[in-house]
């Protein structure tokens, strides 16, 4: 199992960061339906995408955060 | 005259007056000190360096003893972003701009903020969820910077030149690259125009918002994708020059050849970091010479 984050879609990929922060390609055909910038994902060992919406939602909350002290 | 040889020739012309020293006095206890002169940036000089990071951004501008940096490719180049600054003799920023939160955009950024002191960061407010980002925050607090948002119409000073936030020109898209704040750099009487990764949409409103676009230098937006630069865009800026920052071989088709045909048909002179290296361009507020002679666009890109 692979944890990915959607960083961008570039023509036919989404760019994802891996957990040590290096980027892959995948295509968005191998994607679930209706992904955007920002989802988290999991890999299962078939190499089958799922979303992990959970993962996100705990991402944007603490990243929002950060930001919001930063941001004037 | 690119910087290199201008340290060249400096260090020779130090070498040669050391040397006559040495002569004259008949001591060899003379050190050159030629290496301290060529420390200061021309203070009547505009620099800008489209720094070659592979598929991403980084824009080193020194004008006069300021200097500023725009994005720091991806997370792996940070080290060629900050290598390339200390080479440069950058001591500090004046301003870094980090044009949306893409990784190819931002990932080298942390490296930088660690590396130098940085008086004003500007980046649009809005997140990403990945860690290379979340990296970007923890470094602005470590540092205790804040972000100043862009702001269309803001003018900042830089030494001699001066730049203005032209997008932009919403608070909320549905992609992220329609975020990126986009400058338009004065030096006297030029000009360069960088947008980031926007795209037609954001150009299509600087253009409804009446900015004046046109501009000496292009940077063409998003490594030159079909996304971006459309033809009443280019028309309104009417560059001499455009510059593509964009890797190798890159897997998502980038330039696209209808940008590239598009520059072609106008005439426009082509630079690109994936076949040249970093590109400098050198203005004296009245002309622009660049480091390397202009890439020839082949029929075979424009069939691509």
Do not use: W
Not at chain 1, 39 to 53: F, H, P, T, V
Not at chain 2, 141 to 165: H, I, M, Q, R
């Amino acid at each position: 199992m692979k944890k990915l984050i959607i960083d961008r879609f570039e023509g036919k990929y989404a760019v994802c960061e891996l957990e040590d922060k290096s980027i892959i390609n995948v295509p968005k055909y191998k994607l679930p339906l209706n992904c955007k910038e920002g989802d988290c994902l999991i890999r299962d060992a078939e190499g089958m995408y799922q979303k992990d919406s959970e993962t996100t939602k705990i991402q944007e909350k603490r990243i929002l955060e950060k930001m919001g002290r930063l941001f004037s | 005259m690119n910087k290199k040889s201008k340290q060249i020739l400096a260090r020779l012309g130090g070498l040669i007056l050391v040397a006559a020293l040495a002569l004259f006095i008949n001591c060899n206890n003379t050190q050159p000190d030629s290496e301290t002169t060529t420390n200061t940036h021309p203070v009547d000089v505009v620099e800008v360096h489209f720094i070659d990071v592979g598929q991403g951004d980084s824009i080193l501008i020194e004008a006069g003893e300021n200097s500023m940096l725009i994005d720091a490719g991806e997370n792996n180049k940070g080290s060629v972003v900050v290598d390339y600054l200390k080479q440069s003799n950058i001591q500090k920023l004046d301003y870094v701009i980090g044009t949306h939160p893409h990784s190819d955009h931002i990932g080298g950024l942390d490296n930088v903020l660690n590396e130098f002191p940085v008086q004003t960061v500007i980046m649009p407010s809005v997140a990403n969820t990945t860690k290379t980002f979340e990296d970007v925050l923890d470094v602005l607090k470590k540092k205790n910077l804040t972000v100043t948002k862009p702001v269309v119409g803001d003018k900042y000073t830089l030494g001699p030149a001066s730049f203005t936030v032209i997008a932009p020109n919403s608070s909320t898209y549905e992609e992220m690259n329609d975020y990126s704040v986009g400058i338009k750099l004065t030096y006297k009487s030029t000009s360069f125009l960088l947008t980031g990764d926007a795209s037609s949409l954001s150009e299509e409103e600087m253009l409804k918002n009446g900015i004046d676009l046109s501009a000496d230098v292009l940077k063409l937006a998003h490594h030159g994708s079909s996304y971006s630069s459309s033809e009443s865009f280019l028309d309104a800026v009417k560059p001499t020059f455009a510059v593509v920052s964009v890797g190798a071989d890159n897997e998502y088709g980038h330039p696209h050849s209808k940008t590239l045909l598009a520059i072609k048909d106008r005439g426009i002179k082509l630079y690109r970091t994936d076949k040249q290296g970093t590109v400098v361009f050198t203005s004296d507020g009245k002309t622009i010479s660049v480091n390397t002679d202009n890439y020839e666009i082949t029929d075979n890109e424009l069939n691509n």
